[in-house]
């Protein structure tokens, strides 16, 4: 395993407006305590977009200045020489960063099959899995069983559909294969928002907020959903809400959502966050490496959905 010497220093841009916001006690907590500290390991088929994506995240935390490339081989992860010259992730690897207090160390796992030996060890040492999918291939039967896996230890999971700037992504296809492979308690937080058929933001579907990034920036422009955004959204968001009040541990809240109350956003969010750390529901979020899309979202989840080390159930 290689630990990378980013130390988490990266100060990382104040709070984002998105969905998740801070419902837990423990965002915020000195990060050399467990209670500020976040192990999520990034797995998923080899080529799906986790070295980028991992590299992206510490641009967008501020922990690195600018992203290295696969091509150029100067990314954070994959600096062995054998991983230089095979252009993918050979051996695991830990990255830190640091955001709105909250240090997270990233577990990059290789996601070709013969280095299963470092995916199961980033495994072992993570509290937590963060699914990659890419947007242009869709999920491997390698991935879905390592999903089942997660299932039996009830391992908490997200799910990010990444390289959605591609001219063949093809998020809604990508959804439904991960629906297909996981089960239907993966339900998307966020939706794309398309420009001139280019994906530039991020419908969040429990605020109603979209964020739209310009690829400079690595905080979005959040701005409120159009009316038409928010009719084309309404099925995602019945089905984002039902799932989350299912796993709600307050049983008076189906009764009242059926009774057509409107649930507050923030109480949602709350149930959603337990939901996640618990390992019982599981959130599909979107992403590109490339232009920087859905940093700020999946660094929110990471850092307020994510358990701490000590949340951990202990093996029997
Ligand atoms: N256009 C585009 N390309 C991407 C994106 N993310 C990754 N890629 C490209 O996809 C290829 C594979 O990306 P990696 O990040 O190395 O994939 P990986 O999941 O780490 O692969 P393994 O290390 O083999 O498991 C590289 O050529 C990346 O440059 C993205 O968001 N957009
Ligand atoms: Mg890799």
Known sequence: MSVKGTNGRGKGPGRGSSDLRRADAS????????????????????????????EALLAAAGTIPRMGSIVDGNTVSDAEPSEIHQQ??????VAPLVYDGV?????????YGDFTGELRAGL????????????????????????AECAQLDTPRAVVITRLDHPRANFEAALAACQRAFGQSVVPAYLPVRTDGSVTGLLGLL???????DGESPEPAVRDASADERAAAESERGTLIEGIISESEDESLMDRYLGGEDIDADVLVGDLEKAVARGSFFPVLAASAETGLGMTELLEMLTRAFPTPLERAVPD
């Open 27 to 54: 965002a915020g907590a000195p990060v050399d305590k467990p209670e500020g500290i976040r192990n999520v390991a990034l797995v998923g088929h080899s080529g799906a977009g986790k070295t980028m994506l991992l």
């Open 207 to 213: 605020s109603g907020q979209v964020s739209e990034y």
């Open 124 to 147: 072992r040492a993570a509290d937590a899995a963060l699914f990659v999918v890419s947007a242009v291939d869709g999920v491997d039967a390698a991935t879905t069983a390592l999903w």
């Open 103 to 111: 240090k997270v160390n990233l577990l990059d796992t290789p996601g």
């Open 88 to 93: 993918r992730s050979v051996v695991l690897s």
